[in-house]
C-alpha cells in the first residue's frame, strides 16, 4: 500500500518562508517524478512543482522564483521551499506522482498539510 504523508504546513504571515516534506513509501518514489499540489478554497486542485528522476524541475508560473522543489531519493521524500508566501498561497498543499500520461497513475492522496497566508 503506498502511502504519502505531507508535513510542514502552518500559519505564516505574508512575505514568509515554510518548508514542506512529503514521505513516500512503497515503490512509487524510485519510479517517477514527484510533484506538490495545491487545492484552494472553492478551486481545483493544481499542480505547483514538479522534480523527475534526474532532478529536472517544473514550476508553475504562480509560484516561478519563490517556491524550490527538491528530492532525497535515499529518504524517499520530496520537499517544497516556500518563500516570499503570498495569501493567494493559501492552500492544502498534496504530494503525488507528476507528468504522468492519466489519473490512473497517481496513488491514494495522503491527508494534506494547510498552508495560511495572512498577516
Given amino acids: 500500500q503506498v502511502q504519502l504523508a505531507e508535513s510542514g504546513g502552518g500559519l505564516v504571515q505574508p512575505g514568509g518562508s515554510l518548508r514542506l516534506s512529503c514521505a513516500a513509501s512503497g515503490s512509487i518514489f524510485s519510479a517517477n517524478a514527484m510533484g506538490w499540489y495545491r487545492r ?3 478551486k481545483e486542485r493544481e499542480l505547483v512543482a514538479a ?9 508553475a508560473d504562480s509560484v516561478k522564483g519563490r517556491f524550490t522543489v527538491s528530492r532525497d ?3 524517499n521524500t520530496v520537499y517544497l ?3 516570499r508566501l503570498k495569501p493567494e498561497d493559501t492552500a492544502v ?4 506522482v ?3 500520461p492519466s489519473p490512473e497513475y497517481f496513488a491514494s492522496w495522503g491527508q494534506g498539510t494547510q498552508v495560511t497566508v495572512s498577516s
Fill in 40 to 42: 484552494a478554497p472553492g
Fill in 51 to 59: 522534480v523527475t528522476r534526474v532532478d529536472s524541475t517544473y514550476y
Fill in 73 to 75: 531519493n535515499a529518504k
Fill in 81 to 83: 521551499q516556500m518563500n
Fill in 93 to 96: 498543499y498534496y504530494c503525488n
Fill in 98 to 100: 507528476a507528468l504522468v
